[in-house]
């Protein structure tokens, strides 16, 4: 089922000279997906590597997919790689550990010619709501390859990528973290941290507290994984220079009042972080109120973003 090389040759020389494949990106046809529902995964591959016909397909599989099956493909050789997850997953009910984490087809396809390589994966719950996954892809073909593995940044605009990594975006999770938790007097909404460059040594927390009884309570520390432990701080001008500082005595929540915590604002710090924090993940938590005692709380993840407190004030005294 191989392509005769001059035939090949010959249409792609053809196409070369009236299209323009250098700005067709791989891409997934469905580029959407559903946490914990099967997903059907089209990766469509648009051109060789300048004018040669791709012999390879490598798709790498993000953790937190799993369940991976690719679709054998006429005249193509099929080969998975498998391996350890970083964590664990529920599947079914079912703990999983372990999967394909590369899938590659060995064949031939024209520069000129259009192709579909699929295969069948499941999005797991480490993934928050409107994430963006990405899946590097690399084509190889005879002495030459095409690369697709770049990830924006985060606030970076994908579409300027040259060779961006094909992506699909979580929808709304059916089991996502409630949007406000109620606790006692309290109303505890939307607590999320921000993605962690490689090597930080704080990450920050963010939610919005509100009191709805008739006695003041505090917000006095909590606990976080992989932190050694968790500080309330504000944001305090000091010689000019804004700064973090903790919050003595708690942060005050009085009756009727809600409390933002946000970057650049009233914050919590989790302090001496053993490992990033990446976009996406959901990480459990806890908070500890005076009177409302420890709430357990979910912070999903987001990307690093622009609204942060710029990485000269982090300091900690
Ligand atoms: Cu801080």
Request: glycine letters at 12%; a neutral charge; hydrophobic letters at 40%.
């Given at each position: 089922?191989?392509?005769?090389?001059?035939?090949?040759?010959?249409?792609?020389?053809?196409?070369?000279?009236?299209?323009?494949?250098?700005?067709?990106?791989?891409?997934?046809?469905?580029?959407?997906?559903?946490?914990?529902?099967?997903?059907?995964?089209?990766?469509?591959?648009?051109?060789?590597c300048?004018?040669?016909?791709?012999?390879?397909?490598?798709?790498?599989?993000?953790?937190?997919?799993?369940?991976?099956?690719?679709?054998?493909?006429a005249?193509?050789?099929?080969?998975?790689?498998?391996?350890s997850?970083?964590?664990?997953?529920?599947?079914?009910?079912?703990?999983?550990?372990?999967?394909?984490?590369?899938?590659?087809?060995?064949?031939?396809?024209?520069?000129g010619?259009?192709?579909?390589?699929?295969?069948?994966?499941?999005?797991?719950?480490?993934?928050?709501?409107?994430?963006?996954?990405?899946?590097?892809?690399?084509?190889?073909?005879?002495?030459?390859?095409?690369?697709?593995?770049?990830?924006?940044?985060?606030?970076?605009?994908?579409?300027?990528?040259?060779m961006?990594?094909?992506?699909?975006?979580?929808?709304?999770?059916?089991?996502a973290?409630?949007?406000?938790?109620?606790?006692g007097?309290?109303?505890?909404?939307?607590?999320?941290?921000?993605?962690t460059?490689?090597?930080?040594?704080?990450?920050?927390?963010?939610?919005?507290?509100?009191?709805?009884?008739?006695?003041?309570?505090?917000?006095?520390?909590?606990?976080?994984?992989?932190?050694?432990?968790?500080?309330?701080?504000?944001?305090?001008?000091?010689?000019?220079?804004?700064?973090?500082k903790?919050?003595?005595?708690?942060?005050?929540?009085?009756p009727?009042?809600?409390?933002?915590?946000?970057?650049?604002?009233?914050?919590?710090?989790?302090?001496?972080?053993?490992?990033?924090?990446?976009?996406?993940?959901?990480?459990?938590?806890?908070?500890?109120?005076?009177?409302?005692?420890?709430?357990?709380?979910?912070?999903?993840?987001?990307?690093?973003?622009d609204?942060?407190?710029a990485?000269?004030?982090h300091?900690?005294?």
């Amino acid at each position: 089922m191989f392509t005769s090389h001059s035939r090949g040759a010959l249409v792609a020389a053809a196409f070369f000279a009236v299209s323009t494949p250098a700005f067709a990106h791989v891409s997934f046809e469905t580029a959407q997906a559903t946490p914990n529902t099967s997903y059907k995964g089209i990766l469509r591959i648009p051109h060789g590597c300048d004018g040669k016909p791709t012999l390879k397909v490598r798709v790498r599989i993000p953790e937190g997919v799993v369940a991976v099956k690719p679709m054998p493909k006429a005249g193509w050789k099929l080969e998975t790689t498998k391996g350890s997850y970083v964590r664990t997953y529920k599947v079914h009910g079912e703990t999983v550990s372990e999967g394909v984490t590369d899938i590659v087809w060995t064949g031939s396809l024209d520069d000129g010619h259009y192709d579909e390589f699929v295969f069948q994966a499941r999005f797991t719950d480490a993934f928050q709501p409107g994430a963006t996954v990405y899946f590097p892809v690399v084509q190889e073909c005879d002495g030459a390859a095409e690369e697709w593995v770049q990830v924006p940044a985060a606030g970076e605009d994908a579409h300027k990528l040259a060779m961006p990594a094909p992506g699909v975006k979580i929808a709304g999770a059916a089991n996502a973290a409630p949007a406000a938790q109620k606790v006692g007097e309290l109303t505890i909404e939307q607590p999320w941290s921000r993605a962690t460059p490689g090597g930080a040594k704080v990450g920050g927390g963010y939610l919005r507290i509100t009191n709805n009884g008739k006695e003041t309570d505090r917000l006095i520390g909590g606990s976080f994984p992989n932190a050694s432990r968790v500080e309330v701080h504000e944001m305090k001008m000091e010689n000019d220079i804004m700064r973090m500082k903790p919050v003595h005595g708690g942060l005050e929540i009085k009756p009727g009042a809600s409390v933002e915590l946000k970057p650049g604002g009233y914050h919590l710090m989790f302090m001496d972080l053993k490992a990033p924090l990446t976009e996406g993940q959901i990480v459990k938590g806890t908070l500890v109120f005076e009177k409302v005692g420890t709430v357990d709380v979910e912070y999903a993840v987001r990307g690093m973003g622009d609204a942060a407190p710029a990485a000269g004030e982090h300091h900690h005294h």
